[in-house]
């Protein structure tokens, strides 16, 4: 039977889908930042090493990347509005184990439902903005309300994470996300119009293609951060990395002979989805591990509580989410090429900037920094998720918002993973020295570094060292800044070469595949139609 709605007119409907959309994407962005900024209140409480708390974002990060993509053919084959509504569901659940988590491996878990929400949250609502949307013009201007969307979940994360820490316990900061999900979930069953892909009947799970990529992803996160904590000539390390390349090897392969992939891989002949997916993947590497690594100096060193945090992040997150619709309306005057490149540019110099902060940094030193990193990101996200999306034919615009969310939440999981252990080993290496310079004798010096060897940075602070405490607190903040400037340098470093592929890779000429869809307009003109039960 037809599905029914009570929004009755198009317009209605197309309101009602982006109301629905946003509030979806909210839902899934919300624990990037809440968690992310109260992560020093987690280790404190839990006596988490930072390890551990790498897993506690990538807990939620790696779900998210590794079920992107079956969650849209999901979609594509069962309807847009089933898997959303399931995707509430699973962040519902997420919320709720986390509320009652009494140590770090059941937060992990709590974290991993909320990332399967995700997973269903982040294609859906793309591709049900392109079923509501079908003209690209228009709906470069609806993405971008989406991406808006997105970064104010980034935004008010840590606000809501600040307030709720000055007055509750650090699991009430999952709270929020469970009564959003569920009156989502309520308003979407009335309201919301379901879709499903052209050839919807004779699609299928891809399993192969699923298997191998959850594999590949997951063996390859866990290398990383096991790699760090231990070392990467460990045999469980190298054994999970042989595991990631020979799962993505095999994934490419089962891709490449599934009547029904879950990755089509012509969509990479379109070099505009290609450049986009490589700059999504590489610029969110940076940015979410860039804020793992500022939470813990905000916690660390500053001695910041999470609302004095937060207002810090909001100058990241607050200018980001200003300049994001005015990059949506730009979209069609100034090419995407450009703004793409000219924002990872401001990025860069935003992070090469701070490396040039220390313990004492003022928010007004710190202030006109990340507000410059807002900018250049602000710059960035909604014309490299709309570029994404319309440089295919419209009938795969749901594969191409997978495909790109997917590739981006897998930088999104390398982030903690990549920065965590480069901040953890470089600091752990410039400790000894630091605290030799400090002036402090051979027993202090060991008692520290044990301390941290064992149980992370944060491990140090809670020795009783007597009259060298404060020096030894100078030295560990001196060597979490080491740490901090080499990751600084690295996500700096990592923004430039997504400007690089953005300028090679983002031509401007027609790609093949949109060459396709122009040649035959009856299949996007089929695209996206509504169920039928």
Same mark, same amino acid.
């Given at each position: 039977? %037809?599905?029914?709605?009570?929004?009755?007119?198009?317009?209605?409907?197309?309101?009602?889908?982006?109301?629905? @959309?946003? +509030?979806?994407?909210?839902?899934?962005?919300?624990?990037?930042?809440? +968690?992310?900024? =109260?992560?020093?209140?987690?280790?404190?409480?839990?006596?988490?090493?930072?390890?551990?708390?790498?897993? +506690?974002?990538?807990?939620?990060?790696?779900?998210?990347?590794?079920?992107?993509?079956?969650?849209?053919?999901?979609?594509?084959?069962?309807?847009?509005?089933?898997?959303?509504?399931?995707?509430? @569901?699973?962040?519902?659940?997420?919320?709720?184990?986390?509320?009652?988590?009494?140590?770090?491996?059941?937060?992990?878990?709590?974290?991993?439902? #909320?990332?399967?929400?995700?997973?269903?949250? !982040?294609?859906?609502?793309?591709?049900?903005?392109?079923?509501?949307?079908?003209?690209?013009?228009?709906?470069?201007?609806?993405?971008?309300?989406?991406?808006? @969307?997105?970064?104010?979940?980034?935004?008010?994360?840590?606000?809501?994470?600040? *307030?709720?820490?000055?007055?509750?316990?650090?699991?009430?900061?999952?709270?929020? #996300?469970?009564?959003?999900?569920?009156?989502? /979930? @309520?308003?979407?069953?009335?309201?919301?119009?379901? $879709?499903?892909?052209?050839?919807?009947?004779?699609?299928?799970?891809?399993?192969?293609?699923?298997?191998?990529?959850?594999?590949?992803?997951?063996? !390859?996160?866990?290398?990383?951060?096991?790699?760090?904590?231990?070392?990467?000539?460990? +045999?469980?390390?190298?054994?999970?990395?042989?595991?990631?390349?020979?799962?993505?090897?095999?994934?490419?392969?089962?891709?490449?002979?599934?009547?029904?992939?879950?990755?089509?891989?012509?969509?990479?002949?379109?070099?505009?989805?290609?450049?986009?997916?490589? *700059?999504?993947?590489?610029?969110?590497?940076?940015?979410?591990?860039?804020?793992?690594?500022? $939470?813990?100096?905000?916690?660390?060193?500053?001695?910041?509580?999470?609302?004095?945090?937060?207002?810090?992040?909001?100058? *990241?997150?607050?200018?980001?989410?200003?300049?994001?619709?005015?990059?949506?309306?730009? /979209?069609?005057?100034?090419?995407?090429?450009?703004?793409?490149?000219?924002?990872?540019?401001?990025?860069?110099?935003?992070?090469?900037?701070?490396?040039?902060?220390?313990?004492?940094?003022?928010?007004?030193?710190?202030?006109?920094?990340?507000? !410059?990193?807002?900018?250049?990101?602000?710059?960035?996200?909604?014309?490299?998720?709309?570029?994404?999306?319309?440089?295919?034919?419209?009938?795969?615009?749901?594969?191409?918002?997978?495909? %790109?969310?997917?590739?981006?939440?897998?930088?999104?999981?390398?982030?903690?993973?990549?920065?965590?252990?480069?901040?953890?080993?470089?600091?752990?290496?410039?400790?000894?020295?630091?605290?030799?310079?400090?002036?402090?004798?051979?027993?202090?010096?060991?008692? *520290?570094?044990?301390?941290?060897?064992?149980?992370?940075?944060?491990?140090?602070?809670?020795?009783?060292?007597?009259?060298?405490?404060?020096? &030894?607190?100078?030295?560990?903040?001196?060597?979490?800044?080491?740490?901090?400037?080499?990751?600084?340098?690295?996500?700096?470093?990592?923004?430039?070469?997504? &400007?690089?592929?953005?300028?090679?890779?983002?031509?401007?000429?027609?790609?093949?595949?949109?060459?396709?869809?122009? =040649?035959?307009?009856?299949?996007?003109?089929?695209?996206?139609?509504?169920?039928?039960?």
């Amino acid at each position: 039977m %037809n599905v029914t709605t009570t929004a009755g007119t198009p317009v209605e409907r197309r309101a009602a889908t982006l109301v629905m @959309a946003c +509030v979806g994407v909210f839902v899934a962005y919300l624990p990037v930042t809440t +968690v992310s900024v =109260s992560l020093p209140a987690v280790q404190r409480a839990l006596t988490a090493s930072t390890s551990q708390l790498s897993w +506690v974002s990538d807990a939620f990060v790696l779900p998210m990347a590794a079920l992107i993509l079956t969650a849209g053919v999901f979609g594509d084959v069962h309807g847009r509005k089933k898997v959303f509504q399931a995707g509430l @569901a699973f962040a519902a659940v997420g919320a709720a184990v986390a509320l009652c988590a009494h140590s770090v491996q059941v937060l992990w878990v709590g974290q991993a439902f #909320a990332g399967i929400g995700a997973a269903a949250l !982040l294609p859906t609502t793309l591709a049900l903005i392109s079923h509501a949307v079908p003209d690209p013009r228009e709906r470069g201007r609806y993405v971008g309300l989406w991406a808006s @969307a997105l970064l104010a979940a980034l935004a008010v994360g840590p606000l809501i994470a600040g *307030v709720i820490l000055n007055h509750a316990g650090w699991r009430w900061i999952f709270l929020p #996300a469970l009564p959003v999900s569920l009156l989502a /979930m @309520a308003i979407a069953s009335r309201t919301l119009v379901d $879709s499903r892909a052209p050839g919807a009947a004779t699609r299928r799970l891809d399993w192969p293609g699923q298997l191998t990529a959850a594999l590949a992803v997951t063996a !390859l996160v866990y290398g990383v951060i096991e790699g760090g904590a231990e070392s990467f000539t460990d +045999v469980k390390v190298l054994l999970a990395l042989f595991v990631a390349v020979v799962s993505g090897v095999a994934f490419v392969m089962a891709e490449r002979r599934s009547t029904s992939p879950m990755l089509d891989l012509s969509l990479f002949r379109s070099p505009g989805f290609s450049a986009t997916t490589l *700059v999504a993947m590489i610029s969110f590497l940076g940015l979410i591990g860039f804020f793992f690594v500022l $939470s813990l100096y905000f916690g660390m060193v500053q001695r910041l509580d999470t609302l004095e945090a937060g207002y810090r992040l909001l100058m *990241v997150t607050g200018v980001c989410l200003l300049v994001g619709p005015i990059a949506g309306r730009l /979209m069609h005057r100034i090419a995407p090429r450009l703004m793409i490149t000219a924002g990872l540019l401001v990025t860069a110099g935003a992070l090469f900037a701070l490396t040039g902060i220390d313990a004492d940094t003022s928010f007004g030193a710190l202030a006109w920094r990340l507000a !410059l990193l807002g900018l250049g990101l602000g710059c960035v996200i909604t014309p490299m998720t709309a570029t994404a999306v319309s440089s295919v034919p419209h009938h795969l615009a749901g594969m191409a918002a997978a495909g %790109n969310n997917a590739f981006r939440q897998v930088g999104g999981a390398l982030g903690p993973a990549v920065l965590g252990t480069l901040l953890t080993t470089r600091a752990t290496d410039a400790l000894p020295g630091r605290l030799t310079d400090a002036g402090l004798g051979r027993p202090t010096v060991e008692a *520290v570094t044990t301390a941290v060897d064992r149980g992370g940075l944060g491990a140090a602070a809670g020795l009783d060292l007597g009259p060298d405490q404060s020096r &030894a607190s100078a030295a560990l903040n001196e060597a979490f800044l080491d740490g901090l400037q080499l990751c600084l340098i690295v996500a700096g470093t990592l923004a430039l070469l997504a &400007a690089l592929v953005a300028t090679v890779l983002l031509r401007p000429r027609r790609d093949p595949l949109t060459k396709a869809a122009a =040649s035959h307009p009856q299949d996007a003109a089929t695209d996206l139609v509504s169920d039928h039960d």
